[in-house]
């Protein structure tokens, strides 16, 4: 069964958004029906269907943004908000 497309923005709009230290602050939604990010406002807002329950939802959010960022997950470190729906995540150059 074919893996249903997710919607990313444009990997140059999302390093638009990394600060000087190579951070992103993303809004997450787990549990939704749906996967996919989306910029509104300047933020970065991830949908996962995974439940914020051992890290999954951390895990799902980490494959999003590699995805739309065209880099390896292990380049992307959670460095803030593992339990929080505000994450900060840090791309290694």
């Known amino acids: 069964m074919a893996r249903p497309k ?3 923005p444009e990997a140059d709009d999302v390093e638009a958004l990394l600060d000087a230290e190579g951070r992103l602050a993303v809004r997450v939604t787990p ?3 749906g996967e996919g990010l989306t910029i509104e406002s ?3 807002l991830a949908k996962v ?13 980490r494959a999003l943004l590699a995805s739309a960022l065209r880099v390896a ?5 959670l460095v803030r908000g593992a339990s929080s729906r505000e994450k900060q995540f840090r791309l290694e150059r």
Not at 49 to 61: D, L, M, Q, S
Not at 73 to 77: D, G, K, V
């Open 49 to 61: 269907r995974a439940k914020p329950e051992g890290g999954k939802a951390n895990e799902a959010v």
């Open 42 to 44: 300047g933020r970065l």
């Open 6 to 8: 997710l919607d990313l």
């Open 73 to 77: 997950p292990s380049r992307l470190e």
């Open 31 to 33: 549990g939704a029906k």
